[in-house]
Every structure is written in C-alpha cells, then in structure tokens.
C-alpha cells in the first residue's frame, strides 16, 4: 500500500549549521503531490512547501526540498538552521482525489 | 478568511464518558478530515468526507466513534465510550480541489484526556 517514511525521530543540530531531514515513499500512483508540514508547540501542522514536479526545486522560508520519483524521495533541507526552526516536521504524500498519508514525524531541536 | 475552526480546544474525561467534537472548515472547502494524534506522533487519518459523504472511514473504530456531515460544511466526531487509549489531540482539516492535490489547511485542535 501507500505509505510515507521519515527517518530520525528526533534530530538536533547547532545553530548555523546545515540541516537534513528525510523522507521516503512507497506508492503505486505516478501523479503524486508532497507537502512538509510544521508544527510548533501547541500549533496545528501547516504547510511549509509543496511540490508535484518531479526534480523541480521548491523553495519557502529559507528551507528546500526537490521531489525525486526515482528515489521516492523528498527530502527537506535548509542551509543555516535557526533557533526558530525548533518544531515537528512532517512530510505528507497525495496521490490524489485528496487521499493523504502522513509519516510519523521528525523533532527538530536547533540549540546555540 | 476565516481558518479552520474546531471546539472544544480541550477536554477531560473519565474512562466510559463520551464526548463530541465539533469543526467549521474553510468556506467553501470541500474536503473534511478528521486525524488523531497521539502524542510525539503523526496525524493518524480517522475519517474524511467530500461534502457530505464519507470517503473513507477505514481507520474509524466504529464500535465507539461516529463522524457525521450532515450539510457539507461542519463536521462533529463523537466518541461514545472513551478509553484511556483515546488520549489525543483530534486534528481537523479542510481542503479544497478535490482531485487537484491541494494542501491541506488544520485546525488548532481539541486535546483529549481520558482518565
């Protein structure tokens, strides 16, 4: 069936320094969309980027993810990790008609 | 424009008690999910509606929770007899396009607590 995977539960990186967060997918459909979702403390999840292209870039707020069909993957990533950017991360696989799938998420904690 | 709005934002409840959740979507959105969270964990889909009716309730434990869209627009999820395993936050989101990937827009959430 379909389904999403995020690797590393809880990641924590220093301030400044570059961060990655994966995920990879299983999916028989080959028009997909992808979304990272964030959520802060006591937040709902909101849409961080989004992308149905295969091997287009997608860029917000300084992170980026390129959706690569080939590797099933789409992995999030930003080139300087801010004190800010502490929260749950999640990717989100459509394939369609609205139907989401959901990985279990990534903590992110950035410290001085 | 409005987001999604969902109430109440908290509740406590002793095992056996049940409970009703209530959420206004976006206007005009189509799409309506409800998704549990348990915590330190994803959003788990329960059940989702395209206007008023149920797409998919697969993951929805019928014996104890119901999910209703009577007019298209809001939703109410109802837990009958609440278990301490029903410890959550019950997220619900709206959405629009159907069939054209649309993101997907959340609510703040009701944080369950069942002792």
Known sequence: ?112 | EAGVTQSPRYAVLQEGQAVSFWCDPISGHDTLYWYQQPRDQGPQLLVYFRDEAVIDNSQLPSDRFSAVRPKGTNSTLKIQSAKQGDTATYLCASSSDWGNYAEQFFGPGTRLTVL
């Open chain 1, 1 to 112: 069936g379909d389904s999403v995977t995020q690797t590393e539960g809880l990641v924590t990186v220093t301030e400044g320094l570059p961060v990655k967060l994966n995920c990879t997918y299983q999916t028989t459909y080959l028009t997909i969309a992808f979304f990272w979702y964030v959520q802060y403390l006591n937040e709902a999840p909101q849409v961080l980027l989004k992308s149905s292209t295969d091997n287009k870039r997608t860029e917000h707020q300084g992170f980026h993810a390129t959706l690569h069909k080939s590797s099933s993957s789409f992995h999030l990533q930003k080139s300087s990790a801010q004190l800010s950017d502490s929260a749950l991360y999640y990717c989100a696989l459509n394939t369609g008609y609205q139907n989401f799938y959901f990985g279990k998420g990534t903590s992110l904690t950035v410290i001085p």
